[in-house]
Structures are given as structure tokens and as C-alpha cells.
């Protein structure tokens, strides 16, 4: 008898024969711990042996639709766009990587917890502020990424953001149907009891736009305006606190998860970073001016749309944070 995925399991046996090989262990001196943060599909977790350690991400295609077609082929672009990276940013991404277990295993350099990074904001405000300045000059380091037209097409880095958000129709279903609008506001209410202060406002800001008719419509004529902007900026496409890595210490920063990295408007992923950021509760207002207005207004929609699952719960991690993001962006379109 064949026997069934276990979809509990950090890694399969495939993942820990490639992490085994690269780490010159036996199979049975590994030590599997699971990471959290991120929103992936794949199996992640770090893999020690002695006093070695690396992070193992893996395809497990018999725990996923149409056989992980999609997720290996994203593997392989975080993969190549990364050893891209390595040549032309190094200081930004992973040291080492390799790909391996039929294109099914990637395994880069582990940036630990324990070694003294971060994968979330600090929580001290000097290193909060620290951090946030690192990201955005990343970002704008990055943008000025300059690459053969062939090597774009290769990689598949071609512009898809401004498209993508600007002709996004999910503010003008916003804006047509009152069924949305009630069950949204529906949403942001069940959202507020467990939420700070800051997001607590924000939600309420949020539920007093969706009752504005021509506030709404002129956030769909700014976010229309982003599909005209000129996509010419390297970006990683995902800048959020889950793919940062940051020594605090050191000042280090590396970026992961590179594939969704194309080119797209110039202040594209400083907008995002930010956003997560005040999302997160820190204050971005020195970096007000790093803000792309318009994909701003393009966001309002696009994840309000997105946080739409009827009904929503408490601890729909995934949901919360599209409707959290569509307030906050909301709330820095306001202040720019």
C-alpha cells in the first residue's frame, strides 16, 4: 500500500538526504527546527548538524495543486534571481544558496535567530529606525539595477506591479456594490477589539471610507494613474518584514524570497516595506517622502478586495494582514 503525504512534517525524507549531503551528516545527527512568519505553501525549517546550520525551503508536490507546477517554478526564480544578485548586490541577499533534489530543494545560508538576527521589526525605536533607514536605502540601491533586456526576459523580471494594482478592479467593486462595503465594515469591526491603538484607528478611518462614495471614487482615479507610471526600477516585489533579515549589531541586511522580483515604478519597494512596517505598529513618518502615492491608492483596493472570505475570524493571519494593509495604506495615502 502507498503510503499517504504526511503534510505535518517539516521536510521530507528528499529535503533531508540534499541537507544531510551539504552538511557531511548522517541523517540521523540532523536536527530539523521549524521558522515561522511568511505566508509560503513550501516546507521550511533549518537544518543543524553540530554547529552547522542552513535553511532548507522544498516543493512538496504531493501536498500540492497541479503537482507544485507554480511553486518550483518560483524556487528556481528565487534561486537564479539570487545568484544574479550575489554577483551585482551581494551585501543584499543570502551568501551562499544552491538548489538542489531535482530542483525541488533550495537551501541557502540560515541567518538565525540565535546568531542574532532579526526577522521582525526591533522593537527599540533607535533600532527600529535603524533598520527602516537600512531597508529603504536597499530599496533604492536596488532599484538602480540595471540589466540586458535578455537577461530580464531569462530571469522573468518583466513589470507586472503597475498593471497588476492600477487596473486592479477591486476598488471600483468596492465602490459598486453595498453588499462589499457592509460585509468590509463588518470585517474592520471584528478586527478592532484586538488591535493597537494605532490599527484600531486606522480601522475605523477604513469603515468611515467605505460610507464616503467620492473619497472612494478618487482613490480609484489615483490608483488608475500608477498603471501609467513608468516601470524602469529593479524591485524585489515583496519588501516585508517575514523576507528581512537584519544584525543588529552589524547592521547587516539581507533580503529573501526573490521571486516575485521585477522591474516596477520607481518607490515601489520602499512603499511596501513601509507599509508593513506601520502596519507593525512603527512610525514611518521621517520616510514619508520615500512613499509612492499613487501605489498607495492602488493598494486600498487590492487588499481590500483580497480580505474578503466570508467570515472573517480571529487568527486568519493571512486576511487580517490584507485588511490591516489596506487601512494602513489608506492612512499613509492621507499623510502624503
Not at 526573490?258 to 522591474?263: E, F, G, I, K, R
Request: net charge negative.
Amino acid at each position: 500500500m502507498e503510503t499517504p503525504p504526511n503534510h505535518n512534517k517539516l521536510l521530507t525524507d528528499r529535503a533531508l538526504q540534499c541537507a544531510a549531503a551539504e552538511l557531511g551528516a548522517d541523517l540521523s545527527d540532523l536536527q530539523v527546527t521549524s521558522v515561522s512568519g511568511g505566508f509560503s505553501r513550501n516546507r521550511r525549517a533549518l537544518v543543524s548538524a553540530g554547529d552547522k546550520t542552513i535553511f532548507v525551503k522544498e516543493v512538496d508536490i504531493d501536498v500540492l495543486p497541479g503537482e507544485g507546477e507554480r511553486e518550483l517554478a518560483w524556487l528556481k526564480k528565487d534561486y537564479e534571481v539570487t545568484r544574479l544578485l550575489q554577483k551585482v548586490h551581494p551585501k543584499f541577499v543570502a551568501d551562499w544558496i544552491k538548489l538542489d533534489g531535482d530542483w525541488h530543494v533550495l537551501m541557502t545560508t540560515s541567518y538565525a535567530s540565535a546568531d542574532g538576527w532579526l526577522w521582525q521589526p526591533p522593537a527599540e525605536k533607535f533600532l527600529a529606525a535603524r533598520y527602516t533607514s537600512a531597508v529603504v536605502a536597499a530599496a533604492r540601491e536596488l532599484e538602480k539595477t540595471d540589466l540586458p533586456h535578455e537577461v530580464i526576459e531569462g530571469l522573468q523580471l518583466q513589470p507586472f506591479a503597475a498593471t497588476k494594482l492600477g487596473l486592479d478592479d477591486g476598488i471600483d467593486q468596492v465602490i459598486a456594490e453595498a453588499d462589499i462595503r457592509r460585509q468590509l465594515i463588518d470585517n474592520y469591526q471584528t478586527l478592532l477589539p484586538e488591535q493597537s491603538e494605532v490599527n484600531q484607528r486606522r480601522c475605523q478611518k477604513m469603515m468611515e471610507l467605505l460610507n464616503n462614495s467620492d473619497e472612494l471614487a478618487g482613490i480609484s482615479a489615483r490608483a488608475k494613474q500608477f498603471a501609467k507610471q513608468p516601470e524602469d526600477c529593479f524591485n524585489h516585489s515583496d519588501v516585508r518584514s517575514d523576507n528581512l533579515a537584519f544584525h543588529p549589531q552589524t547592521g547587516e541586511l539581507k533580503l529573501v524570497d526573490c521571486n516575485w522580483a521585477s522591474y516596477a515604478p520607481r518607490g515601489s519597494g520602499a512603499t511596501e516595506f513601509l507599509i508593513d512596517m506601520a502596519r507593525h505598529g512603527q512610525d514611518v513618518t521621517p520616510w514619508l517622502d520615500e512613499l509612492n502615492a499613487e501605489m498607495l491608492a492602488a493598494f486600498v483596493g487590492f487588499y481590500l478586495i483580497r480580505s474578503l472570505k466570508p467570515p472573517l475570524q480571529p487568527g486568519d493571519n493571512l486576511r487580517q494582514m490584507r485588511a490591516l494593509s489596506a487601512a494602513t495604506a489608506y492612512d499613509l495615502l492621507e499623510r502624503t
